[in-house]
């Protein structure tokens, strides 16, 4: 089983989403997303939902709350365990992402 997390970032009534572009081999290519990713050993899912934000933003959340478990289960690859937040503070200015285009969309 594989540990996830995913983020929706608010700020303006917009979400923060990455458009994933830049890598070859990518499940969600071309695909908008929230931001997250896999779990580290012995991370819990808040360590990983703040590292993986910094990491893909430069951002570093201070106000986010978790809001439930999605589970995919499929043959054709590792069942996962998908842990979902929502943030709507935080600190630092945007980075460029190795994963893909981030961008603020909404009204």
């Not at 070859?24 to 580290?40: P, Q, S, V």
């Not at 054709?76 to 503070?89: N, R, S």
Request: aromatic fraction near 12%; hydrophobic fraction near 30%.
């Amino acid at each position: 089983m594989q540990n996830t997390t995913l983020c929706y970032i608010e700020r303006d009534e917009k979400y923060l989403m990455l458009l994933r572009n830049k890598k070859e081999t990518d499940a969600n290519k071309n695909k908008w997303i929230g931001i997250g990713g896999k779990f580290e050993e012995g991370e819990s899912p808040d360590e990983c939902l703040i590292r993986e934000v910094k990491e893909e933003t430069g951002l570093t959340l201070t106000k986010y709350q978790f809001r439930g478990i999605v589970t995919f289960c499929s043959d054709e690859w590792e069942d996962e365990y998908m842990h979902l937040f929502t943030a709507t503070e935080f600190e630092g200015d945007l980075i460029e992402c190795n994963e893909g285009t981030l961008e603020w969309v909404g009204k």
